[in-house]
């Protein structure tokens, strides 16, 4: 089956700087690739998701690229805000190869210092 | 749009009783997950279904029981509570025509002492 790993698992940042959170996953036929953000004491919210047709995608200050080759995946944060801070997953799975839910990283705690 | 919603929020149970958490979604979605977090272990799928009446195993299903009366509810059951369930369990749903989107409930936070 498919295998996520997510780094770093603690990540903390200075506000208005640039984060970075990496995800690797093992199965080549893994062709979608989604991001939550999970505030305290909420469920996941889906922020950004990139299939594998595309390298990249933008949205305001999230970006994600994929690289297929290297069966990796980023998020990238910019001008970080102090609303940033929470935890974030990657996950990975064959869209429309299954419905047997999205194989996701142990998470990313992000820490927006002001 | 209420989205999916589960209850309840909070549960403390003793070992060896039951309960059930419930599950609903208003998007008439076909796809629906029982998910559980614990520290620093990401998300683990319990079970999922396809659609009313189907249901399969995830990755850590013992336990667990699951059924799917109809579209929009997905309730999860434990029937002799351990300490080893003591977690967050999350519901989620999707559907078919976006692959594997899917849209997770607040959760459930249950201590099983």
């Known amino acids: 089956g498919e295998n996520v790993e997510q780094h770093p698992s603690t990540l903390s940042v200075q506000e208005g700087d640039s984060a970075v959170i990496k995800c690797t996953y093992s199965d080549s036929a893994s062709n979608y690739f989604p991001w939550y953000k999970q505030e305290l004491g909420k469920g996941p919210q889906l922020i950004i998701d990139i299939r594998s047709n595309v390298g990249e995608k933008k949205d305001q200050r999230i970006a994600v690229t994929l690289n297929k080759t290297a069966k990796h995946f980023s998020l990238h944060i910019t001008e970080t805000q102090p609303e940033d801070s929470a935890v974030y997953f990657c996950a990975a799975s064959r869209a429309g190869g299954g419905a047997d839910g999205l194989t996701f990283g142990k998470g990313t705690h992000l820490i927006i210092q002001p | 749009n209420a989205g999916v919603t589960q209850t309840p929020k909070f549960r403390i149970l003793k070992i060896g009783q039951s309960m059930t958490l419930q599950c609903t979604q208003d998007?008439?979605?076909?796809?629906m997950y029982w998910y559980r977090q614990d520290p620093g272990m990401g998300l683990k799928l319990i079970y999922y279904?396809?659609?009313?009446?189907?249901?399969d195993k995830g990755e850590v299903p013992n336990g667990y029981n699951v059924s799917r009366s109809t579209t929009e509810d997905f309730p999860l059951r434990l029937e002799l509570a351990a300490p080893s369930q003591t977690s967050v369990y999350f519901c989620?749903?999707?559907?078919?025509?976006?692959?594997?989107?899917?849209?997770f409930g607040e959760g459930s936070w249950l201590t099983v002492v």
């Open positions: 279904s396809v659609g009313a009446g189907i249901t």
């Open positions: 998007m008439n979605h076909n796809y």
């Open positions: 989620a749903s999707g559907p078919v025509s976006s692959g594997n989107t899917i849209y």
